[in-house]
């Protein structure tokens, strides 16, 4: 016969290690419940947005947009014997996508190369500045004479980046009395008209 002394010791030894089993049991899920919350936040650092810098907004672009831009210059000479106050002493003329500001700034809305076109019914001699000005300010710049009393225009080759700004100027050369070297910037409403229309004749 088995003792029953040796048998319940034999009982009791099998429970102490079962229940053992169980701590070590409970103590790896929990363990592994940590480790898989430190992933999942690891996880989540990962996804997060990427820095501000790293994220171009759009070139916003103020003014009225337009397709057709003409800039009509008047120098305001009377004694030369020309019509005063016909705004066609230099005119530039293009097509593309543009913005024209209240002030008249001329905005590019797009990347674009443009064949302007230029024109002039001046009895005097005229030039063009024209200028290109990006948004950090570098300045491109050709100057034009436009043929007095042409019948045809000339073309100018102009090439923008989307936001870069548009300046003409225009300069009486000559003869007497319109070498005065002033310049008249398309700016100043005394000597230029800005319209979303070409118009190479007077007024």
């Known amino acids: 016969m088995i003792d029953s002394k040796k048998l319940a010791l034999v009982c009791f030894a099998i429970t102490l290690s079962s229940c053992s089993q169980k701590s070590n049991l409970k103590g790896g899920t929990a363990t592994a419940k940590v480790e898989a919350k430190a992933v999942s936040e690891e996880s989540s650092i990962d996804a997060s947005p990427k820095d501000e810098e790293e994220v171009m907004d759009p070139v916003e672009i103020p003014g009225e947009p337009t397709r057709t831009v003409g800039i009509n210059f008047e120098d ?11 705004y066609n002493d230099a005119v530039l003329c293009f097509e593309g996508t543009f913005s024209i500001t209240p002030d008249r700034k001329i905005i590019s809305t797009s990347d674009q190369t443009i064949q302007s076109k230029t024109f ?7 030039k063009l ?6 948004a950090d300010g570098d ?12 019948t045809e225009e000339s073309e100018v080759k102009l090439v923008f980046k989307k936001g870069d700004e548009l300046e003409v100027t225009m300069i009486p050369l000559g003869p007497f009395p319109c070498a005065d070297d002033k310049e008249r910037k398309h700016t100043e409403t005394q000597y230029s008209q800005v319209e979303k229309t070409c ?3 007077s007024k």
């Open 76 to 86: 305001n000479f009377h004694a030369s014997g020309g019509t005063p106050n016909d």
């Open 199 to 201: 118009n190479n004749t």
């Open 129 to 134: 500045e024209i200028s290109i000005v990006s």
């Open 139 to 150: 300045r491109k710049t050709q100057i034009v004479f436009p043929d007095s009393k042409s």
């Open 120 to 126: 002039s019914e001046a009895n005097c001699k005229q």
